[in-house]
């Protein structure tokens, strides 16, 4: 039958695993320096940090009192050879001990809770961030960069939270001591007092150089694990190319250069280890000492002797825990400086404005495209990074000043709306990890009649025919467990389920077989009658089929019309078309 007492327990440990946990993300003041950043995280479980601290401070101090219960069991039990008074002594330290380690199991499982609810909050400050920067992410940071901080850097701030919980304690404790030895002695009391200073004295110049060392090794970390990426995201192209030796080649040097910044973090990093070891130490026998030659003389008691060593021996603990507080916080700040880095890059400006009158033509006014509504249009260019520059600009993927839908200026237009009205489709588009059903909803409500559907636009029923399950087959992320073809009719398949009114797909059939690819196009071209769709390519069956095709020359626009009057009347354009029909 459960006790009472356990019940309350229950129900105390109950409450505080449903702490309030709300979530406000940081605002510009929180991400000002990584101090901060620190700060905001505390505020955010600020009942569970003062629980922490709470418990902290219980254990610590409850360190101090077997030595207190032990030089009164040595005083008034075996030196007053009192056996009674022996046993009631020793009940007591043996309460005392099962106590303190109870205090010690509810803190260290608190502590464990904050550092895990700050990584949490970090991560998902940085997903909120990443996810409102968007593409324009890609131009400010490295991919490697972003991994760095979502899995090392989250982990070390939030192991900077510890200071929290045992730092608080360890600063009351070691007040404790210092008063409970002045008690006994004023001397023993001002060799313990001076300890913390000469500690930080000794410890302060490795902690410095922690934090220099510590980012410039977080700064070639970043790159690594950025080369990392691109190795993985690439293996396949590699293998084909025979490129895999070389990469590894470069990739074993870079490790190589950062095991040696590695190694200039560690060793002020030991040096910080073995003084929080040594000098706690040193104090311990100077402590001693002078308690032995004081008991010799009378001036205090056995007890007091023994007391005192236990004291000196506890203070061991909260000068551990300074050291370790003080070096956590300096790989907090170099950590910390690497999220706010990405937590103050700038989101793009949303205009707020309305979208309703986006039913016109899309005007690029730097290149001169026009692209009218409701017809499928074919952009062509001998460099093919003209024409993705026209998409992306009039994507709102980059920066496309002047450029306007149905007459308004696009960057005054709402984001959200945009987004869902025009559909940027990029041959490269991330293929996330997931059932066939998920890939191909993407952010929107999966339904299995319109997901065949986009499925049979995009030629892609083989995709599903292939698979084990259906829709309900699992796609690898980045799409690796599926062919080149079969990813490009994924991503196509996923941008015609989102039924955009503007649909601009970047090279969409480029890696099909004449016969797909004609499929493909027909196929669109019915489903999306009456909307408007852009297609950048220089295949000849994609041009024979759309309403319109504009060429780019230069990056301006050269000439426009059907592909049938272009080859009469454009030699450039003949020319283009010829040298991809032989390709």
Not at 97 to 115: D, E
Not at 138 to 143: F, G, P
Not at 246 to 254: I, L, P, Q, S
Not at 315 to 329: C, K, M, N, Q, R
Request: aromatic share 4%; charged share 20%; net charge positive.
């Amino acid at each position: 039958m459960t006790s009472d007492g356990a019940v309350r327990r229950g129900r105390l440990r109950a409450r505080l695993d449903r702490m309030r946990d709300t979530w406000n993300p940081p605002r510009a003041k929180d991400l000002a320096n990584p101090y901060r950043y620190l700060t905001w995280l505390t505020r955010q479980q600020a009942g569970r940090v003062g629980w922490g601290a709470a418990l902290g401070t219980f254990w610590m101090v409850g360190l101090t009192v077997p030595p207190w219960v032990l030089s009164k069991a040595v005083d008034e039990g075996l030196a007053a050879r009192d056996t009674s008074a022996l046993i009631g002594w020793v009940m007591v330290l043996l309460g005392a001990g099962v106590l303190n380690a109870l205090l010690g199991i509810a803190r260290h499982r608190t502590m464990t809770k904050i550092r895990t609810d700050a990584s949490i909050r970090s991560v998902r400050a940085t997903v909120r961030h990443t996810s409102r920067l968007g593409v324009s992410l890609a131009r400010s940071m490295s991919a490697g960069e972003v991994v760095a901080v979502g899995i090392s850097d989250v982990l070390t701030v939030a192991q900077a939270l510890t200071v929290t919980g045992p730092g608080v304690g360890a600063v009351i404790a070691y007040a404790v001591v210092a008063v409970v030895l002045f008690t006994i002695s004023p001397l023993l009391a001002a060799v313990v007092l001076a300890g913390v200073p000469l500690l930080a004295v000794a410890v302060g110049p490795f902690l410095q150089r922690i934090e220099r060392t510590g980012g410039t090794y977080r700064v070639h970390q970043g790159r690594l694990t950025t080369r990392l990426v691109d190795i993985l995201g690439g293996l396949r192209v590699l293998n084909g190319l025979g490129g895999k030796a070389f990469v590894a080649e470069r990739y074993g040097r870079g490790s190589q250069a950062l095991i040696g910044h590695g190694y200039r973090v560690a060793g002020p990093a030991s040096w910080v280890g073995a003084l929080s070891a040594g000098l706690p130490a040193l104090f311990l026998a100077a402590v001693v000492w002078l308690s032995a030659r004081m008991a010799a003389t009378g001036a205090i008691t056995i007890g007091d002797v023994v007391a005192v060593y236990g004291y000196v021996a506890v203070l061991v603990v909260p000068v551990t825990a300074f050291v370790e507080g003080g070096g956590d916080i300096a790989r907090a700040r170099v950590a910390g400086q690497r999220i706010i880095d990405l937590l103050n890059l700038p989101v793009p400006e949303d205009g707020g404005g309305d979208v309703s009158g986006g039913c016109g033509p899309l005007v690029d006014p730097e290149s001169g495209v026009v692209v009218r509504p409701g017809v499928l249009t074919a952009l062509v260019s001998a460099r093919p990074a003209e024409a993705v520059a026209v998409i992306e600009r009039l994507g709102r993927v980059r920066d496309g000043a002047g450029v306007t839908w149905a007459g308004a200026p696009v960057d005054g237009m709402d984001r959200a709306e945009f987004r869902r009205r025009l559909v940027v489709a990029d041959n490269d588009a991330e293929v996330f990890a997931g059932t066939v059903r998920e890939v191909v909803a993407g952010r929107l409500d999966a339904e299995d009649d319109r997901i065949r559907t986009a499925l049979r636009v995009a030629v892609a029923e083989d995709v599903v025919e292939a698979l084990p399950g259906g829709l309900d087959a699992p796609v690898a992320a980045g799409g690796t467990d599926l062919s080149g073809g079969q990813r490009q009719r994924v991503r196509l398949a996923r941008a015609v389920y989102a039924a955009p009114e503007v649909l601009l797909a970047v090279e969409p059939t480029s890696a099909l077989d004449a016969k797909t690819e004609a499929a493909v196009v027909e196929r669109i071209r019915a489903a999306r009658r009456g909307r408007t769709t852009v297609i950048t390519t220089t295949s000849p069956l994609v041009l024979d089929r759309a309403d319109e095709v504009i060429l780019l020359v230069d990056g301006k626009l050269s000439a426009a019309g059907t592909h049938a009057d272009l080859l009469r009347a454009d030699e450039h354009y003949r020319d283009l078309v010829s040298r991809a029909a032989d390709e």
